[in-house]
């Protein structure tokens, strides 16, 4: 890291959001990896709301994807605490050992469980605050997302004897991430329908604040309009904690939204073309978040996150294609 980067990256970081980011990560662990990624979806909707009254963009940068309930600093930090319980036997594999992180682990009474989650939730503010610093990188790849699947990473490395790369053809059992969603057939129609449903909802939010918005408050929301499908994707891992199997479409959604958004003004403003642009990259997204799981979940005892390892490359394709063919 050159001088002038390590400079911006010392002056991106406060010291409210280093603390604040503590307890980010330690409430995901408090009430587990799922909830706090639910509660993500929350926050984006108070986002959408605080920029549509005020023009205020703090609602994505503090709330949605900050200290407080961004995904790299609440569910990463919830992550980690599952796998270190698991570890230590305080988590046992009835429920899914490691790879339990639905279950809010403040009811297995260890407060250093909950503190694995404040530590890893410090270390995924910092963690992502570094990756954005990257030249060209930086800026064209999601960096909480990665910084999610660092963080799972490393989490397994540090609390499980299970290699976090380790390919699984076939995976039977509990060892499979969403056995309803693991077939080409199942995950390829929901990464096409899921994207139509994301491309649809971006184009319409990013096109009626523009026209209708103050140009501050259209920025804004235009510069987030992807974050929306991916708030009702994500509140739907509520359902999950329950056990009922609803699809996991995050990763979908907001990839097919963030590529119709930016492929929009390449294919002069047709807006059926972006549509169909979404849907291709929901597709992908279903596709390579498949591929993580048969790489780094399928084989492990802990959450190593398919959908983070989906959408930071799919981002970085994305991002990268459209400023090119811009």
Known sequence: MTPDLAMQFVESIT????????????????????????????????????????????????????PAFGPHVAFAGGVA?????????KLMADTGGGRDINQPLAGLG???????????????????????????????????????????????????????FAWVSKPEGTKRWLDWQEKPSQYLTLGAFSGLFGAGIALTLAHFAHHTADKGIADVIMANSQALPFALSAICIFIICFGIKVPVTHHMTIMAALAAVKFLPVVGYNFYVALVIGVVFGMIAALVAEFIAHLCYDGGDTHIDPPAGAIWPTTTIILGLSSVLG
């Open 15 to 66: 010291i409210f959001g280093l603390i604040a980011s503590i307890g980010g990560g330690f409430f995901g662990a408090a009430i587990g990896a799922n909830n706090a990624f639910g509660f993500t979806g929350i926050a984006i909707f108070v986002a959408f709301a605080i920029a549509y009254a005020t023009g205020s963009d703090v609602g994505f940068t503090y709330l949605a994807f900050g």
């Open 110 to 164: 260890h407060p250093d469980v909950l503190l694995v989650g404040a530590v890893f939730g410090v270390g995924g503010y910092l963690l992502q605050k570094g990756i954005a610093m990257i030249p060209w990188f930086g800026t064209h790849t999601d960096s909480v997302a990665l910084t999610v699947f660092i963080s799972g990473i490393i989490a397994r490395i540090c609390f499980s004897k299970t290699k976090p």
């Open 81 to 89: 605490a599952s796998a270190y319980a698991a570890g230590k036997k």
